[in-house]
RNA sequence: GCGGGGUUAGCUCAGCGGUAGAGCAUCUGCCUUACACGCAGGGGGUCACUGGUUCGAAACCAGUACCCCGCACCA
């Protein structure tokens, strides 16, 4: 029989195929039996507004990657897969579409909104599941989760009623991050702080009762109208003894303490005066708590100068006012000075807005006896992070935790569970109350505020497996084992979730973190549409296959930073194309598939095959060892370079002549036939996770037992199939054969010379091998004949090949110039390195220190060195 | 200010105590009947600097310089 492939390889002619045939065959679905252990993880959600962006194909891919070896190696695996509500983010996509429309939200009014949500997140939100499809994701779709669905808001609303039963939950008047474009608090991670250039102003105050002016510097002077005092440090002579005066603030006339505080005030620091404005700034909140200062709110939820803030101001937005009040102050002679000024100011993440510090009754997560036990858990090794450097981020951050805002003004998300009855009595419960249980009022409004959307999504590991149900699910694969997700979101979404798992189910929701870095442009620079350096993987998906795209991404993936580039996935392409011909190859040779392969017998084995098979087992070992550590660079390295460069360049072309009939017996054939088919099989199995179209696609055609090789057993290191021996010997073959190709090419012959090489092998067993495998140096090197064991004659070009003396007889003597200084060189580079040698076996505390095996390599080298020199010195 | 990372071939990086590596780029030959998305061969590095530990340091320790990333602060 003879198996066949399409000439070229062209991945758009089978991934959706094969990918429609995984989802019809549910391979990706776990089995429902147990006798295997099993393997769980969940996906990092994306947004429901998301499209797929470089970042989302490398966390995928690398899940996938770990999936599919886990699922292949015998593991009851589940991929558990799902998208996030995003409440900002999602009302913010459908707000844009209603303006579009010509109205606003609050033309609808919530609940209509909210259903204009409901139908935009049916129409559009899984837009991202199909890409990540695409990318050949084999997560169980049948289990795709949403975090707003029934279940998992049941478990929202539980957490909610618990922690607050606990007084983990309390709701308070607090100085929390409010966004004038969100019209919502946020929390503290989710203000991203940007360098800015702006100004710092120097303002005079007027001290009551005396010509003195204190001067202020501010970088805010809108703020100025909410001031409520000064301060100046208490052991500050200059100014020490005004504390207990007043100043008239300028422009609002209102007369305002100075006071001292120590706390606030570095005397160092510009005029040493500092204006107090409790009600926009969290240090002078602070400030006014200390001293009962009253806070004047002059901003309003909108960015705009509010009624406190004078009729002049109302309505102003805050940067408008700011100008006429610089402009004001100008007039009257107040405003000292206006210096160039950097600094960081805090924005929020998802508009861009300048984040304006309010006082407001908001909802919080007490924080602290959450985190303790989440510090511990990964201190004590229960869930490792990895790459492990972020275990120090991870504790820094976890030790000065600030309690966690979770109240949001907006109208999409998981509306609080609280309820205010008539009578201002509030209830928290996990069931929509009828009535009062304080006062029996039946007018029950519930909270308009909804949770942050990462409230839910701390509960992710566990709500998707139908907690708080005791459900199957939730008893087989919780907790999960791994998780995989971008550094990014290491606060906002990992340490939340170890503190919830931990609270709620008393473990930890996974064992191993992996953390990913930014996937960057090939220069290290982040990836931006302003730069225009954004790779977009379906674009890519579609030039080169989704399968060098993952090998791409799996092959930088080692924790770090990614630096990506187009032309490498060029080269990762020309590997799949690589592969495609390697088993073109071996299709057009073998003489069966898979399923009626007969055993190989490894006693019969000629030395050749024994050492590709070596090699695929050393691999195979080394694949398994790096992908057991989260190492996907070594692991798809190690796979790389044994496809192609000892796989394809050696063995295939070793196997040639006996394939081709050239060269041995029948046998020899059939086995060599057998050995191509099994290392292909094993190459395709172990590549699979990292390629699994176009490993399907041969696999399919070699014809295996399993109906797909998604469910076909991963290698696995076997003892047998190392051979020392034949490594050795195959070693010195092919550094024979490039030590002849190299000299060839050095003296300028054409691969059609051919030359007369003479060998020396001492003992019998390598006389006989380089004797019976003469062949196979002579049809790579080119060579007219290979002596074994026989004098060269003089001026023969001669060299010691790992351990082997040899001799080259060339057809003349051609030396070039080229010829001499490569000799030349080659000497001087092998007495440096014996002297080396000989000064460190000279040396006495070596000799008695280092370790017998490291001296007894260094002796060998030491003789080796010796020989080699004099043959090449024989050369010129 | 606190914490973390980096500096190895032209580029991007791996190696992290025992003879300097990979991919890409580059140079030289080859259309050798799986593959020119290919084959073969070559060139290219005082492993940032200074000390220390060690028989032995690119690797471990200390310091210096430059770069990057968190967190906090920024009147």
């Known amino acids: 029989m003879s198996l066949e492939l399409a000439k070229r390889y062209e991945p758009k002619e089978f991934e959706q195929k094969l990918y429609e045939f995984w989802e019809r065959g549910e391979f990706f679905t776990p089995m429902a039996y147990r006798e295997r252990p099993k393997f769980s993880i969940v996906i990092p959600p994306p947004n429901v507004t998301g499209r797929l962006h470089i970042g989302h194909a490398l966390v995928n891919t690398l899940q996938d990657i770990v999936v599919r070896w886990k699922r292949m190696s015998g593991f009851n695996t589940l991929w558990l897969p799902g998208t996030d509500h995003a409440g900002i983010a999602t009302q913010m996509v ?120 204190l001067s202020v510097a501010t970088t805010r002077p809108e703020t100025m109208l909410g001031d409520t005092a000064v301060a100046v440090h208490p052991e500050d002579d200059r100014y ?110 998802k508009c861009d807005t300048i984040i304006e510090p309010m006082i407001s009754r908001q909802w919080f997560v007490k924080i602290e006896p959450l985190a303790k036990p989440a510090v511990d858990v990964v201190r004590n090794g229960g869930v490792q992070i990895l790459p492990q450097t972020w275990e120090a981020t991870y504790f820094n951050w976890m030790e000065n935790i600030h309690d966690w805002t979770i109240s949001r003004q907006l109208w999409w998300g998981h509306r609080i569970p609280a309820f205010y009855c008539s009578n201002g009595h509030m209830t928290v419960s996990e069931t929509d109350p009828v009535s009062c249980p304080q006062c029996g009022s039946t007018e029950m409004r519930q909270e308009t505020d909804v949770l942050d959307t990462w409230f839910s999504s701390a509960l992710w590991p566990f709500s998707t497996m139908g907690w708080p149900d005791n459900t199957p699910d939730y008893q087989n694969f919780y907790p999960t084992d791994v998780l995989i997700t971008g550094f990014d979101i290491l606060f906002f979404w990992v340490a939340r979730m170890i503190m919830m798992g931990l609270r709620f189910t008393d473990k930890a929701p996974f064992s191993t973190v992996f953390l990913n870095g930014l996937v960057r442009d090939e220069f290290g620079q982040k990836m931006s549409k302003t730069k225009g350096n954004v790779i977009d993987p379906l674009d890519v998906i579609d030039e080169f296959g989704a399968d060098a795209v993952r090998f791409t991404l799996a092959i930088f993936a080692s924790g770090r930073d990614i630096p990506l580039a187009r032309t490498r996935m060029q080269g990762y392409a020309a590997f799949a194309n690589k592969i495609w011909n390697a088993s073109r190859f071996a299709m057009m040779h073998v ?112 014809g295996g037992v399993e109906p797909s090789i998604m469910v076909a057993p991963y290698p696995i290191a076997e003892d047998v199939l190392e051979d020392s021996e034949a490594e050795r010997l195959m070693t010195a073959v092919k550094a024979l054969i490039t030590a002849v190709r190299n000299a060839r090419a050095e003296r300028g012959f ?127």
């Not at 100075?258 to 706390?263: E, K, L, P, V, Y």
């Not at 290979?786 to 003396?805: R, Y």
């Open 750 to 876: 054409t691969p059609k010379d051919r030359f007369k090489v003479y060998l020396r092998a001492d003992k019998s067993r390598e006389a006989n091998f380089f004797t019976e495998y003469g062949y196979l140096i002579i049809e790579l090197a080119r060579l007219s004949e290979l002596v074994v064991n026989a004098e060269a004659p003089e001026g023969a070009q001669q060299d010691v090949i790992e351990g082997f003396p040899i001799a080259i007889e060339f057809p003349e003597k051609v030396v070039t110039r080229e010829q001499l200084e490569r000799t030349q060189r080659e000497i001087e580079k092998t007495r440096a390195e014996l002297q080396a040698t000989e000064a460190r076996l000279a040396n006495e505390q070596f000799v008695a220190n280092a370790p017998p095996a490291v001296v007894e390599t260094t002796r060998a080298r030491h003789a080796e060195l010796v020989a080699r020199l004099e043959k090449l010195e024989q050369n010129q």
């Open 591 to 702: 003489d069966t598939d898979l399923k009626s392969a007969k055993a190989i017998n490894r006693d019969s084995l000629r030395t050749v095959e024994r050492w590709i098979l070596s090699r695929l087992n050393d691999t195979t070992r080394s694949v398994n060892k790096a992908l057991s550590a989260f190492r996907f660079d070594e692991a798809s390295n190690l796979i790389y370079h044994f496809f192609w460069h000892e796989f394809c360049d050696w063995y295939i072309e070793m196997a040639k002549p006996v394939l081709l009939g050239k060269h041995g017996s029948e046998g020899d054939q059939h086995q060599a036939k057998r050995v191509l088919l099994e290392v292909l099989d094993r190459s395709l199995r172990l590549l699979h996770p990292f390629m699994p179209f176009i490993t399907e696609e041969i696999w399919q055609k070699l």
């Open 240 to 349: 020490k003894n005004l504390i207990g005066g007043e100043v008239l603030l300028p422009i609002a006339n209102r007369r305002i303490p100075i006071i001292g505080d120590a706390i606030l005030v570095d005397p160092e620091f510009g005029t040493g005066v500092v204006k107090v404005t409790p009600a926009h700034d969290k240090n002078d909140y602070e400030t006014g708590q200390r001293h009962h200062l009253s806070q004047i709110q002059v901003i309003d939820e909108t960015g705009h100068m509010s009624d406190e803030a004078g009729p002049e101001f109302k309505g102003l937005d805050r940067f408008e006012a700011r100008k006429k009040i610089l402009a004001q102050l100008k007039e009257q002679g107040l405003l000292a000075e206006a210096k160039d000024y950097t600094n960081s100011i805090g924005v929020h993440g």
């Open 94 to 213: 459908v707000d844009r579409e209603l303006t579009k429309q010509g109205i606003s939200r609050f033309d609808l009014g919530r609940e209509k909104f909210e259903e204009r949500v409901w139908q935009w997140k049916e129409q559009y939100g899984n837009e991202i599941i199909d890409q990540l499809k695409r990318l050949g994701s084999s997560a169980d779709w049948t289990r795709l989760r949403f975090t707003m669905d029934e279940g998992l808001s049941r478990a929202v609303r539980h957490v909610f009623v618990t922690l607050y039963n606990d007084g983990l939950i309390y709701r308070d008047l607090a100085m929390i991050n409010w966004c004038p474009n969100c019209r919502t608090a946020i929390s503290d991670v989710e203000v991203e702080f940007r360098e800015q250039n702006g100004k710092l102003y120097t303002i005079e105050y007027p001290v009551v009762g005396s010509d003195r002016r």
